[in-house]
């Protein structure tokens, strides 16, 4: 069996964006081997299909000898393993692993899930930290036994203008998949127990303040007032994190149900009326948003990398622009008092999540991956 070791920074994201593609190794004759960052306790819990392991890489660096030490670490970790191929998924475990798959000559694939604020340059700090960046995955993708998967054509561009690797050797992957026959619209949720979901990380640049926003703006200008219901996790390591104090409060004042971190998200979507996502947060497809989708749900969301890559305007969604909680207001207007364009959207959202975003073909097409390199 040929042995793949997959780094990915933290369990709940492993868990949500990628456990199907570990789940699928052994019936393609791969031992897969999982690193992540662990957040509770996974004793044996997979060994029988994979093996779930606690990560020499944390998901935050205190310092740069902190993360020497992970490096030393990572390295260690891996001529044990003596892997035939790595997937690193993530800006910091390409970094690592990348520049040690060079080293010792392994096979690399690595998993751009948005360029993130790596690849942001509006400081004078963050312009030498993206040099620095881009000198690194220069490096570790002159290996010609290397490969890079995107999921937005964007990223792909950015990368190939940067010199980093040649088009031939990047991989469009649409976002993770979703499982079309868990995710399903519910015909029988009642219309009059309906709202509108919004459910991401709660970072201030998914666009949580302009979606609250925007459900005042709509209540405020319709005799019908309509439930706004926002779910998702406050995750104190991103930079942007909104704080419980600080949610609440904006919640509270625009009117918006907080329903924290959600286990029901088939159950949750089938039963909302539409789905918005007014983010600008620099990321991949949005997996939820394809979740959305197979749940048969019309979508607005920005017109921004990742996000438009998740629906066709004005068939299965509206986009609007970035930061504008006035053109989201209005979106969410013109789909409440068009019924018949409502439904029409979220018929046309399931179909276009079975055709693009079928999960069984996104693992199909990593493991395509994996047999190319690991030969």
């Known amino acids: 069996m040929k042995k793949i070791a997959m780094f990915i920074n933290v369990d709940w994201f492993f868990f949500s964006h990628r456990l199907p593609i570990a789940r699928a190794s052994k019936r393609n004759d791969v031992d897969m081997s999982v690193y992540t960052e662990f957040t509770e306790d996974h004793s044996g819990k997979w060994d029988h299909e994979f093996k779930l392991i606690q990560s020499p890489i944390n998901r935050t660096s205190k310092s740069f000898i902190h993360t020497f030490f992970e490096f030393i670490n990572a390295h260690n970790t891996l001529r044990a393993a003596s892997p ?3 997937h690193a998924v993530s800006i910091k475990p390409i970094l690592i692993t990348g520049i040690i798959a060079r080293i010792q ?3 690399f694939i690595g998993a751009i899930s948005g360029l993130g ?3 942001q340059a509006n400081s004078f700090i963050k312009r030498i930290r993206l040099w620095l ?14 490969n890079i998967i995107c999921q937005t054509a964007s990223d792909r561009d950015a990368l190939v203008d940067r010199k980093i690797i040649s088009t031939e050797r990047v991989t469009l992957i649409p ?14 949720a009642s219309i009059s127990n309906k709202y509108i979901l919004m459910s991401s990380r709660i970072l201030r640049d998914k666009g949580i303040e302009e979606f609250c926003k925007a459900a005042k703006i709509v209540n405020d200008k319709l005799e019908e007032k309509v439930k706004f219901k926002l779910s998702g996790i406050i995750d104190s390591h991103s930079p942007t994190f909104l704080s419980e104090e600080e949610l609440k409060e904006i919640t509270l004042r625009y009117g918006v149900e907080f329903l924290g971190n959600r286990k029901d998200m088939p159950a949750l979507l089938a039963s909302a009326l539409m789905f918005v996502l007014p983010s600008y947060y620099a990321e991949g497809i949005p997996k939820v948003l394809l979740e959305a989708a197979s749940c048969g749900l019309p979508i607005i969301t920005t017109d921004h990398p990742g996000c438009r890559d998740a629906i066709k305007d004005q068939e299965t969604g509206i986009l609007i622009p970035p930061k504008n909680s006035l053109a989201l207001a209005d979106a969410i207007i013109r789909l409440l008092e068009t019924p018949k364009l409502m439904t029409q959207m979220g018929v046309a959202a399931r179909s276009f999540a079975e055709e693009k975003f079928k999960q069984s073909r996104v693992v199909d097409l990593h493991y395509d991956i994996y047999q190319q390199l690991s030969n």
């Not at 960046?133 to 290397?146: A, E, G, M, T």
């Open 133 to 146: 960046v881009i000198k690194l995955f220069r490096f570790i993708f002159r290996n010609s036994k290397s």
């Open 175 to 188: 976002g993770s998949g979703v499982d079309i026959k868990k995710f399903i619209p519910n015909a029988e």
């Open 117 to 119: 604020p790596a690849f």
């Open 105 to 107: 000559s392994i096979p």
């Open 84 to 86: 035939d191929l790595i």
